[in-house]
């Protein structure tokens, strides 16, 4: 069983920074895509930043310039350092991996989140 478990989280006034971190168990992580999504009241769970198992890295537009997605396979451990936050990035945020085969999506794992609040 894999577990994901986030953690970093808090309250900050806009402009502020946050590391998020998500430790995971079980021998999956250094193949797997590493990603980190936020979900805000009422709405969807949205792409935030993916890093492949070879360090290629993706952010969505928003983000891009503010946010460092990062991995350290030898401690099982996916880092989000976010600077310049802003009100709008207030949301859960939640580790995933997941993997493909040739056959489609292998596997999928969810942490529970941790939340992120931005605000004066």
């Known amino acids: 069983q894999v577990q994901l478990v986030e953690s970093g989280g808090g309250l900050v006034e806009p402009g502020g920074s946050l590391r998020l971190s998500c430790a995971a168990s079980g021998s999956i992580f250094s193949v797997s895509t590493m990603g980190w999504y936020r979900q805000a009241p009422g709405k969807e769970r949205d792409f935030v930043a993916t890093?492949?198992?070879?360090?290629?890295?993706a952010y969505r537009d928003s983000v891009k310039g503010r946010f460092t997605i990062s991995r350290d396979n030898a401690e099982n451990t996916l880092y989000l350092q976010m600077y310049s936050l802003k009100p709008e990035d207030t949301a859960t945020y939640y580790c995933n991996a997941r993997r493909y085969s040739s056959t489609g999506l292998w596997y999928n794992y969810w942490g529970r989140g941790t939340q992120v609040t931005v605000s004066s």
């Open positions: 890093i492949t198992a070879g360090g290629t890295m």
